[in-house]
């Protein structure tokens, strides 16, 4: 992965963000204590979030769809950003081949794990929409999108009552300096999981996805921020906890502060 990448812009708004929910902390050091387990104000952000969280899900009904556009309103390409040419061997080995032996592995408390080729997935029911990515770090994107509803994986692999979330394990590791080499990984609950506009996209712009915007396959949550919406997807796994992902949190972010419900 590329070396640093923006580790300090996102440093700066993670600190600000820790500001934004007015506590008295100035700098960074306010992230390093962030990190550690059982920071005080870890707890705090963490119990903010979820009210936020429980809030919008009272305000916005489960089904509420994120803004369409038209197709004239889309003026560039996808612009990529995070990782956008992975170096990680299984993925590059695949790359290799064009994807063509790629199989999705859905997996966890599901009564029937499967698995998928991009031809199996292309050949179900498809839905293609245009709409704004958000990204953290402030710049917005207008794209087409196509791919399968994830609720059509989820039905066929029969998602056992006592999963909560769907975790979405990538081929990606971010280099984040001295923090190892952590893998990409996000998660959502099962509302977003079963909205309809929730669909696994191997089409971009009416061509198929790009190594710089996730090929093969990218999960698209749209209302929610970018950083959510996992590229590189290797696996999914149903889960009745977050705890044991990461670092704990959620997603790859959200264990360096990020909200892991991140609506917009
Ligand atoms: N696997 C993986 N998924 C990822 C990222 C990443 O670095 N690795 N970056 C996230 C962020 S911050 C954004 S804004 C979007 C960027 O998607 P794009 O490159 O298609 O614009 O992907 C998200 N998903
Ligand atoms: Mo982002």
Redesign the pocket.
């Known amino acids: 992965m590329k070396t640093g990448?923006k580790l300090s812009r996102r440093r700066f708004l993670t600190s600000a963000g820790v500001a934004a929910s007015t506590l008295p902390l100035a700098g960074c050091d306010a992230l390093d204590g962030l990190l550690s387990g059982d920071s005080a104000v870890r707890a705090t952000m963490a119990s903010a979030n979820g009210l936020t969280y429980r809030v919008q899900r009272l305000l916005i009904g489960a089904d509420t769809l994120a803004p369409e556009f038209s197709a004239s309103e889309i003026r560039q390409g996808?612009?990529?950003?995070?990782?956008?040419d992975?170096n990680d061997e299984a993925y590059l080995a695949l790359r290799a081949d064009a994807f063509s032996t790629y199989r999705l592995q859905v997996h966890g408390l599901v009564e029937q794990p499967a698995s998928y080729s991009l031809q199996e997935l292309r050949n179900m029911p498809a839905r293609n929409q245009i709409t704004r990515?958000d990204?953290?770090?402030g710049w917005s994107?207008i794209?087409k999108w196509s791919g399968v509803p994830l609720s059509r994986l989820l039905d066929e692999v029969k998602v056992k009552p006592e999963a909560r979330f769907v975790v979405f394990h990538?081929?990606?590791s971010?280099n984040m300096g001295g923090a190892g080499q952590p893998g990409?990984?996000?998660s959502i609950d099962l509302i977003d999981a079963r909205h309809p506009q929730t669909i696994l996209a191997y089409g971009?712009n009416d061509a198929t996805l790009t190594v710089?915007?996730?090929a093969p396959l990218?999960v698209r949550i749209e209302r929610q921020?970018?950083?959510?919406?996992?590229?590189?997807?290797r696996s999914i796994e149903l889960a009745s906890t977050l705890a044991p992902f990461g670092r704990g949190k959620g997603g790859?972010?959200e264990d360096f502060g990020y909200d892991w419900y991140a609506g917009i």
């Open positions: 990448f996808q612009r990529p950003n995070g990782s956008t992975p990515h990204c953290v770090e994107c794209a990538c081929f990606d971010l990409y990984y996000e971009c710089a915007n996730g990218r921020l970018g950083y959510k919406m996992a590229k590189y997807i790859f972010w």
